[in-house]
């Protein structure tokens, strides 16, 4: 992350403000509040939160140049070392960094006036950077999960034959499901589309929801019936909470309770628990060796919730795996030395590969490691997939390329998604892409979505009112060719028709 050096002494040492105290994590409209008053007051503002002194967060801006140096720190004493120090004007990316660091039960709240903002005006306290730019205003019913069960709100909907958009927000996540005379017609998640991102949703029991009345779509994914989805998705909840309950987190190894164990005798013991399909199964528990967490598996293994959930229930209550915290390999290697690594002769290899205004990898670059990542996936076998975008913003001379300080943000909200042996590129000229290794198209779409939402719903720069129209190709290997050149004009071509559906995302496989 980057930290910028601390400001160098003045003769006089601005002044530091302190605003009332919130209950819980300030919202933007909080942020951006508190960034102006130091603008405008020349002063350090500190803006803590917290429901007492031992359970607090203070976040501090001070004015640096023409920008902004954010500070958050543990307790309210500002003297000590700070978790980060960010450099930014982005209030949308401070508050998405805040988000990170905070315990769940101090992110919301009921809607209520904000402490911080002196006239009183309403703020939806803990409501993510995304959830903040929706119109509220706009939205014919609005609350928490917490007040009003989702299954009864999307029950409510259809039985009142309502049209418009239920958009959902939690934990810096949105979902959406589109209504026709009160049906499901269409729905996303960050990780599904369609009756998963339905199933998926009636899972959720905490966040912020509104329905924005007589807002349409031409997508047509959702297929079930209604009634059929809240069913799955309230199984999908149950397990859930027996997971959570056994203590299942994402840095959880899991460990596999017999070595040799019987194609016959597996199937005998899943089909104890819920009816699903063997083989994924099967995977799943090969993979669980005690060396990965639960975050490396589905890495490797990219699923949805609504599909590992099910099955590492079954494999846990089934009597199948165990749930550890530290991997019983992790002191393995603990007599040897570590070897020093030289991370400057790294970042001198990637400062002669990466354009030093955008900080992404040039377009040579991107061939250089497309070339070898095919290498490796024809070796071994493993998925490929590129995908091309083209960002353009709506001017009123018409489509115009976007800005250098737009594409240094596409690639610090790129860095914050990826996984590290992702790559984002310059494509061509004025284009980006990204590599995916490993990664079929199904895991692929679910990454593109969520980074696509965080590109369309949030501004690339801090105050922009042009609208950003996104378009992206996806194409694998080996689904969609098995040749690299191939694989390169499959992914411009899905990227050619998702511009002429006026669609963020189109799959080779789709056409």
């Known amino acids: 992350m980057y930290r910028p050096q601390r400001p160098a002494q003045q003769h006089q040492q601005p002044q530091i403000q302190r605003l009332p105290k919130l209950l819980v994590m300030p919202a933007l409209t909080d942020l951006q509040f508190a960034a102006d008053e130091a603008r405008k007051r020349k002063v350090i503002i500190e803006l803590p939160w917290g429901p007492d002194a031992r359970s607090a967060f203070v976040i501090v801006v001070a004015t640096s140049g023409e920008g902004y140096v954010w500070s958050l720190f543990e307790g309210e004493d500002t003297q000590a070392e700070p978790l980060w120090r960010h450099g930014s004007n982005d209030t949308a990316l401070i508050h998405s960094l805040i988000y990170q660091m905070v315990p769940d039960e101090m992110l919301a709240a009921p809607t209520q006036a904000s402490a911080a903002v002196p006239d009183g005006r309403a703020t939806l306290t803990g409501m993510s950077a995304v959830s903040v730019l929706a119109d509220a205003s706009k939205a014919s019913l609005q609350g928490r999960?917490?007040?009003?069960?989702?299954?009864?709100?999307?029950?409510?909907?259809?039985?009142?034959?309502?049209?418009?958009?239920?958009?959902?927000?939690?934990?810096?996540?949105?979902?959406?499901?589109?209504?026709?005379?009160?049906?499901?017609?269409?729905?996303?998640?960050?990780?599904?589309?369609?009756?998963?991102?339905?199933?998926?949703?009636?899972?959720?029991?905490?966040?912020?929801?509104?329905?924005?009345?007589?807002?349409?779509?031409?997508?047509?994914?959702?297929?079930?019936?209604?009634?059929?989805?809240?069913?799955?998705?309230?199984?999908?909840?149950?397990?859930?909470?027996?997971?959570?309950?056994?203590?299942?987190?994402?840095?959880?190894?899991?460990?596999?309770?017999?070595?040799?164990?019987?194609?016959?005798?597996?199937?005998?013991?899943?089909?104890?628990?819920?009816?699903?399909?063997?083989?994924?199964?099967?995977q799943m528990y090969e993979m669980c060796d005690g060396r990965m967490r639960l975050q490396d598996i589905l890495q490797r293994r990219p699923m949805s919730k609504i599909e590992w959930v099910p099955i590492v229930f079954n494999l846990l209550s089934c009597?199948?795996?165990?749930?550890?915290?530290?991997?019983?390999?992790?002191?393995?290697?603990?007599?040897?030395?570590?070897?020093?690594?030289?991370?400057?002769?790294?970042?001198?290899?990637?400062?002669?590969?990466?354009?030093?205004?955008?900080?992404?990898?040039?377009?040579?670059?991107?061939?250089?490691?497309?070339?070898?990542?095919?290498?490796?996936?024809?070796?071994?076998?493993?998925?490929?997939?590129?995908?091309?975008?083209?960002?353009?913003?709506?001017?009123?001379?018409?489509?115009?390329?976007?800005?250098?300080?737009?594409?240094?943000?596409?690639?610090?909200?790129?860095?914050?998604?990826?996984?590290?042996?992702?790559?984002?590129?310059?494509?061509?000229?004025?284009?980006?892409?990204?590599?995916?290794?490993?990664?079929?198209?199904?895991?692929?779409?679910?990454?593109?979505?969520?980074?696509?939402?965080?590109?369309?719903?949030?501004?690339?720069?801090?105050?922009?009112?042009?609208?950003?129209?996104?378009?992206?190709g996806i194409a694998s290997i080996p689904e969609d060719t098995q040749e690299l050149g191939r694989l390169m004009s499959a992914a411009r071509e899905a990227k050619s028709k998702a511009k002429e559906s006026r669609v963020p995302l189109k799959a080779f496989s789709e056409l």
């Not at 599904?192 to 924005?212: I, N």
């Open 319 to 472: 009597g199948l795996i165990t749930i550890a915290d530290v991997s019983p390999y992790a002191s393995k290697a603990q007599g040897l030395a570590a070897t020093e690594f030289d991370r400057g002769m790294i970042a001198g290899v990637l400062k002669s590969l990466t354009r030093g205004d955008t900080g992404m990898f040039t377009y040579p670059a991107l061939l250089y490691f497309l070339e070898r990542e095919f290498a490796k996936s024809s070796t071994f076998g493993m998925p490929l997939t590129l995908i091309v975008f083209e960002a353009r913003i709506v001017m009123a001379e018409g489509p115009q390329t976007l800005p250098i300080q737009a594409m240094k943000e596409i690639a610090s909200r790129a860095e914050t998604m990826k996984r590290p042996f992702d790559i984002l590129a310059h494509y061509e000229t004025f284009d980006f892409a990204v590599v995916l290794p490993g990664a079929n198209t199904k895991s692929a779409r679910i990454f593109a979505q969520r980074f696509a939402d965080s590109l369309i719903n949030v501004p690339l720069i801090p105050g922009q009112t042009q609208r950003l129209l996104l378009a992206g």
């Open 145 to 282: 999960l917490e007040n009003m069960q989702i299954a009864t709100l999307v029950q409510s909907i259809q039985m009142s034959k309502m049209n418009g958009r239920l958009q959902l927000h939690d934990k810096g996540e949105i979902a959406q499901i589109f209504f026709t005379e009160g049906n499901p017609v269409h729905a996303t998640t960050p990780e599904a589309s369609g009756d998963s991102a339905v199933v998926e949703v009636m899972a959720w029991e905490v966040g912020d929801f509104l329905f924005f009345p007589d807002e349409t779509t031409a997508e047509k994914s959702v297929k079930r019936r209604l009634d059929g989805m809240i069913m799955e998705g309230i199984t999908l909840l149950d397990q859930q909470k027996f997971l959570s309950k056994q203590g299942l987190k994402p840095d959880s190894f899991l460990l596999r309770k017999e070595v040799k164990i019987t194609p016959d005798e597996f199937k005998a013991r899943v089909t104890r628990g819920a009816p699903l399909d063997l083989q994924p199964q099967m």
